[in-house]
DNA sequence: GATGAATGAGTCTTCATTCAT
DNA sequence: CATGAATGAAGACTCATTCAT
């Protein structure tokens, strides 16, 4: 593949890409079928195998650019920050902020990570989602900010909880991400429990 | 359906739920086809559907008994308590204690989270799932022992974050269920901050 | 098969008998599977087996007794007569009369005319029909009562006409099938036309 | 459905149809199978259903042909012809003729009446033949050359022996279309019965 | 006589993919 | 670049029939 493609080349590619995420998110991966994508578009079926290789590559694409995209709004949001906390806030507050206008993407990466078939192409987003939330925490451990727990497992209790509830208070029932990341990042830093003298 | 069973059709019907979580766990639902079930169980494919209606009621059977038992485990672990606190930290261990012994239902609650299609079916447990949290968190902000933030999010965000601690640590990595969920119940009771003599 | 059956078998097959011809009129006789057969009438699979040799044995059964039955009212009701002319007047009324009161068989045999697979079982039973009025038809030419056109021919008209206005105006307006006899006798008999003098 | 077809296209739709005409003919609707009908023709299965969207459809596309088509020749027969009762009669030569020539479609349609299943398809169908035929009583009736029963149930004698006479003699026997028209016809139109003074 | 269980070939249909034009 | 057509393996499901108990 990697075909070079003209301008409307690119065009089409992009509502093919489009088109697709929003019928994978809606119905599911394998429910969809490529006649429904090509025919939704008003194309042949030609057309789509001009542009990908195979539905699995189709799929694969969306979800390297989902990953890639969010990476990229996380590190613009903490970009001129330093402090550790502040970036892991920071972060999940573009987590947050992102998933609230990709919906259809954030669906489709929690299925993907559902899928022996699929992790291996996860694997790698994953991953760097853990490390880049891993050495804030690191970091934060390192100046007496976080407590001392492992970090790695820190890290995917950040993820965990930020992407549940994503899901259910963005996703489900719409409130706005401000508000979920807010709370999300008040129990995330202070915890469920009121703090007691004693326990200080 | 609802057929009246003799005892060797009861054992046939676990036979098949049990393979069956097996292939859904490893290969998906949809990969795995009714022929692959049958054939590894060696018996003709009528007898598939003389136990089961079609494939999907066959799941959606699985995910009703998985629900039923995660929760028959949690209300278990928790009776004799009344601390909500308690409740709290005993649930979540009863949870991550469940999900260690039963990876493949926690693998196939999770995907048909991600599924509208299996929403419905997902729905009544999961809210009675949030309802039970909900309710201790509510009784912990009564006691004065819970910050006062909306019960209903913090509930999904103990599930959310029990649930990825889970996938990742005891599917991914076999860590003894017990660590994860000391860590899991310490992070999300204390936050990840040290407390500070100001702050408190 | 032709076993030897008690009172209770006696009772039994004619149950399968009735449940099935029901079945087959709605349904049609291929889309009614034995399984629908047995399941209505609450028992297992066995019991059809031991009264039948096969679905189709049970159809051909159907059908022979229709016939048989429907022939032995015309020959009841034209016994004490000795008029051809008569006899096919009362040999129709009792055919319609028999139809209003059997819809069902009515429609399977209608049903089986049409399929090369059962022309064969049909076939005898056809015969008889045609010979019957045939020799009535021809009895009638030889008295001078009835024009000279081809006998057999003649004959399919009568029984033609008569299934027609059976199926149409008995089962499906329901109206009275002496009402329905008493305009295809006349029709029959003197033609549409209205007798002009120049005619005859 | 409703594709756009290229030429070739259109051919192969037609090859189907006819192909499956033969097929349903012969056998019976259900008995034959769609893979009988594409390895008939030695194409792929997914081509039967790039032109159709089921068997069902198939089945109902040909009824609704053939009844078409009957009427369309019905009609141009009797379309310089105003007296009613040569209508009549022409309408009969002429549906003798359509069914000598379309031997199977005749069959099809006699089947699909006796299916409830398939009633509503061909109720339309039927009705119009009925109306066209009942204008043409009642007009008669009108100019008193026929006598005055009920228009409808004459209509409906006249479709039921001509339709019966044409399964005999037409497809059975291989009469000559003529010959069983001159007949049905005349016994239509004159009865059964030599005209006595008498009677007149 | 009767039941629940089992068989497995066969049914309709779908779908990713390829290809001639 | 794009289309309509074609492929055929594979999928879910049905069903007449048989059989152990």
Tied chains: 1, 2, 3, 4.
Excluded: C
């Amino acid at each position: 593949m990697t075909r070079r493609l003209t301008q409307r080349g690119q065009e089409r590619r992009r509502q093919i890409l489009d088109f697709a995420i929003a019928r994978f998110a809606e119905n599911g991966y394998h429910p969809t079928s490529v006649a429904e994508i090509v025919q939704g578009l008003g194309v042949g079926k030609g057309v789509f195998y001009w542009y990908f290789e195979s539905k699995e590559e189709l799929f694969l694409e969306i979800l390297k650019e989902a990953q890639l995209d969010l990476r990229r709004a996380q590190r613009a949001a903490i970009e001129d920050v330093t402090d550790p906390v502040e970036r892991i806030a920071l972060g999940m507050r573009a987590t947050m902020a992102w998933s609230a206008s990709h919906p259809e993407l954030h669906r489709l990466v929690q299925f993907a990570g559902t899928q022996e078939h699929f992790a291996a192409a996860m694997r790698k987003g994953q991953e760097t989602a853990v490390r880049d939330a891993g050495r804030h925490v690191r970091d934060g451990i390192a100046t007496g900010q976080i407590r001392d727990l492992d970090p790695e497992m820190l890290a995917h209790a950040i993820l965990g909880m930020t992407a549940q509830l994503a899901r259910e208070f963005l996703h489900e029932r719409h409130v706005s991400h401000e508000v979920v990341a807010d709370t999300a990042v008040s129990l995330l830093l202070d915890g469920l429990l009121v703090p007691s003298p004693t326990r200080a």
